[in-house]
């Protein structure tokens, strides 16, 4: 989705000329992380404010909601809205909610009644695994194809893996999940319809087979809809490559086709996705929502989907911050990879 | 490349045994234990009872908690549970109950002094009455002396039989500093019910062990799992792979789609609910000032009435609920609870007849314009109102869809407005902001709490918070019926005052009861060999507000054969997907070495 974006910043770089690549340029990279640093300081902190009058926009009182189809008299409302400090002025609120934060105490949760810290710490496990294997297999294998269909461009191999790709980028997640449960749950019943371990789990090894059989069809769906990306923008990358000077020049010389791409080709055209592998990256910690839920997968996503639905503000605000602060430090990080992997981008 | 597709075969191949070894660790879950699996489509919020507001957390808590009294499995009547019997004074202030000498599950013995501190932890403590406050608010004081507890009430209570607040041990609970940070997952968990909380994984399960001490007798079964679901599909596919048992609470066409599986039981029968229409009468706040933007021809008592009479609720059960439900001719209370149910009857039964809804509202003034659609009396409004529903639940569109088409008959038209459940609840609840809503209320054994949704008091306060109105009404007549009702403590005569107020609101229609959904659930017999419902007769198994089901329930002996058919299923695959993987990637190495060769030359 944010392919063509990215593509365009190697572009826009190398526009800007190579002016000196003479400087000293590790006093250079250490300013211009520092730099790079700063902003996404400076980011965060809005984050911060932004999220707290952002989710104040939501329709919905938490108390009234949490009460929906319960006997709860007008009293005891009112004692849980006091409770739980919704009685207080926005603008009080907001002051609590931003010392606390520097506290780094993101409060309780109205609906789980714990610590937000605390049911982010038992979520990011699930999380990170499912979301980070995923991301592994999805840019392996984007980036394998990829190379493969932009190496040579209208083969059979690049028809068929493109139009593939594409066209499982453009299945609804939620859809392909219940497509696979069906098939492979519910039909072969080789595949758990839920969760991320059975309930009699064994233990030691036998566990971490439990838990990847189960992550098998989840990480399926996740790998399956993202990877066209990984994919298309490794394969117009090196499209572009295919036919510069240096290339011809390397293919006169007698290199070996494999050597060629290998060596010449793929490196150039990896920077593009570098940026977006990156980005991705950040967006792990938010893991999957539609996956999650489809597969009851006890993850961060789901976390923050229920949070929304109540609405529950602090559990809402804790998983929003995460995920948002995650996704500023990879592009930070970013920012600073490619400053060092790509000499173009220095001068810029 | 090569390595790459060699990594890729690998990886193809290690899922696959992967799995196969899986299939049979999952098939066999403990052997010779006798385990039932029961899904929820909800995972637990708290494990502590004074926290926990979800069903599923009150369905596990009933497990292993002991009440006052509870609902009698085959007449729905208080019956004895911790207390083995009680007396009111004359004036219906003071209630003695005997406590049972019986055992927590740690070997400590049951007195009074633990159902006295657990209500009085629930009048104190602020925190510990987010799960049942409600429940101890009219609680003068309660007090033990060993057996015998007293508790001292402000004003009668006819549903004091009914009390659903869990008595914990006191010698456990009175360590917790703090309730509201207290998240009960301390495991074995004591308590005094037929069984033990042993483990519970956030978000996966919860573990319940048979309680062998148990007063009743120990459960047939050793254990007793609850397995969460985020996904309702998933639940159903899981019941039909087998790797739960029992799934309750289903919807219509999740229902539909267990038939003709012979290894699942399909359990269709009346359930505990009222679906009805909510018609902005006029919504007002506590003060009585007027909010939202109701339109203002439903003020009166007439249109209401003719809406009614429009609606062919035969219709509506056998098109929108497949015949899964039974058409209201009543009012919020379910016909399940044959003893409080109202059924109207003679002139004031409101059966479909679009002839005489025209009639009335003819008479009433309300004339048809030239496109047939109805203005107010003094010409100034058309009669077009918005139906607001849930925008994920595809059975309330479909219910517009009819309800439009009914109304048409009688120059009425309906708009459908969609909401996102908060906001639904914002606008029906709180700010008015709708014409006609859906709505429905699950309904205890003692409609006590149901009947109160519908009282002055209820509505939102001047300042807009919602107090849990569920229609915005306010009615001299019902609410005196209300107190009354509170005060009656002869069970038969307290009935008769529970039918008018249903009649009331039946003919001044502040909400019209269209059907009562059914039942559903589903489970596999070759894993349950018996569960005993409530009420006995046509009841409830998961979600009854009784732990008996699940206490009653009797695992399949031998369950052997049904599960080495998954098995071998599973290995054929397994094979079959491996030979197929293996092939490919040989194929593709193949290939590869002939093109680097080609690439050579």
Redesign the interface.
Known sequence: MTAPLEAAEPAAAQAAGPADDHRPARRGLLRYALTKAGGALLSIAMVIVATFFLFRL????P?????????????????????LGLDKPLVDQFFDFVGQTLRLDLG?SY????PVLELIG??LGPTLLLAGVGLVIAV?LGL?QGT?AGWRPGSRFDRFSTATSLLLWSVPTFWLG?LL??VF??W???????????????DGF?YV??V??HM?LPCLTLVGVVYAQYLLVMRSSLLDEVGQDYINVARAKGL???DLRRRHAVPNALLPTVTLVFMRIGFVVGGAVTV?????W?GLG?LFYDAI???DFTLMQGTFMLITVAVIIMNTLADVVYHVLDPRVRSA | ?RK?LARLAALGVA?LV??Q???A??QD??AGKK?I?VGATQAV??M?PF?A?RLVSSQIHRQMYSFLTIPDHKTLQPSPDLAESWSSSEDGLTWTFKIRETKWSDGTPVTAEDAAWTFNKVMTD??A??AN???A?NFESVTANGQELVIKLKEPQASMLENPIPIVPKHIWEKVDNI?DF?GDEYPAVGSGPYIAVEH?????V?LKANPDYWRGAPKIDEL?V?????P???I??L????IDLIGRLNPPDYQSLAGDPNIVQWNQQGRRAAYLQLNHGATT?DGKEVGDGHPALKDQKVRQALHYAIDKDKLVAEVQNDLAKPAHGSIVPPMYTDFFWEATGDTKVTYDPAKANQILDEAGYKKGPDGVRTMPDGDRKLEFRFSIHTDTPIEDKLAEYLAGFFKEIGVTLTTKKL????F??ET??TGLFDIAISG??VNPDP??VL?THLC??RP?PSG????TESFYCDDTYEKLYQEQLKELDRGKRADLIKQMQERLYTDAPVIAIYYPNDLEGYRKDRVASITSVPEQDGILYGASSFWPFYSLEAVESSATAEEG?SN??VI??VVGAVLILGAGAFFLSRRRKS?AD??E
């Open positions: 939501l329709p919905g009182d108390v009234r909601n949490l009460a929906q189809g319960r006997n709860m008299t007008p009293d005891q409302l009112d004692l849980e809205r006091r409770r309780t609906e789980y009644k714990r038992q979520r392996s394998w493969r219940l449960l069906m749950g519910a072969l019943k080789i595949f758990p319809s839920r969760g991320i371990e059975s309930v009699d789990a064994p036998g087979l439990d990847a059989w098998v070996r086709d494999d999650e839920t489809v597969f009851s006890p789901k639905s109540v609405p | 490349m790459w899922l992967v799995s070894g899986q299939v660790l999952a879950p403990a385990v699996r919020d708290s502590n926290l507001v602020d925190a009455k987010t406050g409600p429940a608010e509201a998240s994984k956030k978000d996966q399960y573990k799992q397995v969460f679901y985020d996904n599909a998933a639940s596919i899981g039909k792979n087998g790797e506590t996102e459940s908060s906001k609840t914002e609840g709180v209320w699950s006590e709490e109160a008091s209820r306060t918070e919602g107090g849990g998954g299923t599973g695959v397994g680097v690439d050579r």
